[in-house]
C-alpha cells in the first residue's frame, strides 16, 4: 500500500533561515505528490504540487521535486518568515482516490 | 465561492450519545471526502465517495462509523454509539474527479470531544 514518511517535528529556526522537510513514500504506480498546510485552527490548504517525475512544485517561495529514483518529495524554502509557522504535510494520491498524508512536521519560526 | 461547509465546528458529547457530522462540499466539485486527524495517528482518510457513491470505505474504523451522501450537496458522518477514543478532529475534503488530478479543497473540521 501507500505510505509516507516525513521527518518528525517540530523544527525550530531563526527567521530568514532555510528550510528543509524531508518527506519519502512508497507507492504503487505513479502517484502525485503533495505538500499541504495547516495553520492553528484551520483546514489544510494546498501548497503545492507535482504530478510526475521530476517536476518542480512551488509556492510562496517553496519548492519540492518529485523525485522517482530516491522516493522523496523535500520541501524547500530559501528563507523562512514567522508568517510560516505552521504544520506541513507531505501527501500522496491522485485522481478521485483520497490521499496518503504523513505525520506532519511542525514548524516553529522565531523572529 | 463558500469553499467546503462543515458544521459544528466543535461538538462536546458524552460517551454513549449519538454524534453527526455534516458537510456541504464546493459546488460542482463530484468528489468527496471524510478525514479524521488525532494526534496519535495523524490524518486518515476514513470514506469517500464519487457521484454520490461510497468507492472506499475501508478507512472507516468501526460498525460505529456510518456515512451517506444523499444528494451532490450534503453529506453526514455518524458515530453511534460514540466513544472517549472518538475524539479527534474530522475534515471533510472535495475535488473534481476525472481528467488527471485536481486539488482536494478541505473544510475547517469539527473538533469532536467525547467525554
Given at each position: 500500500g501507500n505510505s509516507v514518511t516525513q521527518m518528525e517535528g517540530p523544527v525550530t529556526l531563526s527567521e530568514e533561515a532555510f528550510l528543509t522537510i524531508n518527506c519519502t513514500y512508497t507507492a504503487t504506480g505513479y502517484p502525485s505528490l503533495f505538500w499541504y498546510v495547516q495553520y492553528p485552527g484551520e483546514g489544510l490548504q494546498l501548497l503545492l504540487k507535482a504530478t510526475k517525475a521530476d517536476d518542480k512544485g512551488s509556492n510562496k517561495g517553496f519548492e519540492a521535486t518529485y523525485r522517482k529514483e530516491t522516493t522523496s518529495f523535500h520541501l524547500e524554502k530559501g528563507s523562512v518568515q514567522v508568517s510560516d509557522s505552521a504544520v506541513y504535510f507531505c501527501a500522496l494520491g491522485g485522481g478521485a482516490d483520497g490521499l496518503t498524508f504523513g505525520k506532519g512536521t511542525h514548524l516553529i519560526i522565531q523572529p | 465561492d463558500a469553499g467546503v461547509i462543515q458544521s459544528p465546528r466543535h461538538e462536546v458529547t458524552e460517551m454513549g450519545q449519538e454524534v453527526t457530522l455534516r458537510c456541504k462540499p464546493i459546488s460542482g466539485h463530484n468528489s468527496l471526502f471524510w478525514y479524521r486527524q488525532t494526534m496519535m495517528r495523524g490524518l486518515e482518510l476514513l470514506i469517500y465517495f464519487n457521484n454520490n457513491v461510497p468507492i472506499d470505505d475501508s478507512g472507516m474504523p468501526e460498525d460505529r462509523f456510518s456515512a451517506k451522501m444523499p444528494n451532490a450537496s450534503f453529506s453526514t458522518l455518524k458515530i453511534q454509539?460514540?466513544?472517549?477514543?472518538?475524539?479527534a478532529v474530522y475534515f471533510c475534503a472535495s475535488t473534481i474527479s476525472g481528467g488527471g488530478y485536481n486539488e482536494q479543497f478541505f473544510g475547517p473540521g469539527t473538533r469532536l470531544t467525547v467525554l
Open positions: - | 454509539p460514540s466513544e472517549p477514543r472518538d475524539s
